[in-house]
């Protein structure tokens, strides 16, 4: 990855045994960090996901406009412990950045559709690669599964982030209408066995998540 390519940064934070009752104070958390990040330079779009089986999961999604201006914010010190700090109180967290290598080409991940409703969900998938398995071959995999996906009434866009830290990593960012439309398709057939073919190359966990905040939906609004 050059530091010129826009990078996209996934946060997944489970909240702790001790703090499952404070998912609202984890969305005002939130809301500090949106409008602290909203004055940085580089940020092109922000949006805050919530697990709809497992409420006490959340996802961040930040879109930056290049590596460099991602890291002089999450390398600065004062906005960790002004901002970010209350997340790692809260919540574990594990976290992948990188480019997008396949999917939506727009920096911000907004497709020609616009910027999705306020019932989208989002199905975000994360790949780990097997020992031995082949950067290719899974890639390949995961572009067949895609175009049966795309197929589908209620798909939006998707963008595959590849981690910049670790080559073996992905994550897969799938916009949808909403929940019903995602459902009959994670039960079909199909789906079944692309789960398989891409289980050989790779460990793959995913979830289902309602978009509680997406900055990109409320500049459309305000347009």
């Given at each position: 990855m050059t530091d010129n390519a826009p990078v996209v940064a996934v946060a997944h934070f489970v909240l702790k045994d001790k703090h499952k009752a404070k998912g609202a104070e984890f969305e005002k958390a939130y809301q500090t960090y949106k409008e602290a990040v909203s004055q940085r330079d580089g940020l092109l779009r922000t949006a805050l996901l919530?697990?709809?089986?497992?409420?006490?999961?959340?996802?961040?999604?930040t879109w930056w406009r290049d590596a460099e201006t991602h890291r002089t914010v999450v390398g600065d010190w004062q906005f960790f412990t002004a901002v970010s700090s209350r997340f790692v109180y809260l919540a574990g967290i594990t976290s992948v950045h990188g480019p997008v290598s396949a999917g939506e080409s727009g920096a911000d991940g907004v497709g020609q559709g616009g910027a999705p409703a306020a019932d989208a969900a989002v199905a975000l998938t994360t790949f780990t690669l097997r020992e031995g398995a082949d950067q290719e071959a899974f890639e390949s995999a995961f572009l067949g599964h895609v175009s049966f996906v795309k197929g589908n009434e209620g798909f939006l866009t998707h963008q595959l982030v590849h981690?910049?830290?670790?080559?073996?990593?992905?994550?897969?960012?799938?916009?949808?209408?909403?929940?019903?439309?995602?459902?009959?398709?994670?039960k079909s057939p199909e789906m079944a066995a692309d789960a398989r073919r891409m289980a050989e190359h790779a460990e793959v966990q995913g979830g289902l998540y309602s978009v509680v905040v997406d900055t990109a939906r409320a500049e459309a609004l305000a347009a």
């Amino acid at each position: 990855m050059t530091d010129n390519a826009p990078v996209v940064a996934v946060a997944h934070f489970v909240l702790k045994d001790k703090h499952k009752a404070k998912g609202a104070e984890f969305e005002k958390a939130y809301q500090t960090y949106k409008e602290a990040v909203s004055q940085r330079d580089g940020l092109l779009r922000t949006a805050l996901l919530r697990g709809i089986s497992a409420p006490d999961s959340f996802v961040i999604l930040t879109w930056w406009r290049d590596a460099e201006t991602h890291r002089t914010v999450v390398g600065d010190w004062q906005f960790f412990t002004a901002v970010s700090s209350r997340f790692v109180y809260l919540a574990g967290i594990t976290s992948v950045h990188g480019p997008v290598s396949a999917g939506e080409s727009g920096a911000d991940g907004v497709g020609q559709g616009g910027a999705p409703a306020a019932d989208a969900a989002v199905a975000l998938t994360t790949f780990t690669l097997r020992e031995g398995a082949d950067q290719e071959a899974f890639e390949s995999a995961f572009l067949g599964h895609v175009s049966f996906v795309k197929g589908n009434e209620g798909f939006l866009t998707h963008q595959l982030v590849h981690s910049d830290r670790e080559s073996g990593s992905y994550v897969n960012i799938g916009w949808w209408s909403g929940p019903q439309a995602y459902a009959p398709v994670l039960k079909s057939p199909e789906m079944a066995a692309d789960a398989r073919r891409m289980a050989e190359h790779a460990e793959v966990q995913g979830g289902l998540y309602s978009v509680v905040v997406d900055t990109a939906r409320a500049e459309a609004l305000a347009a």
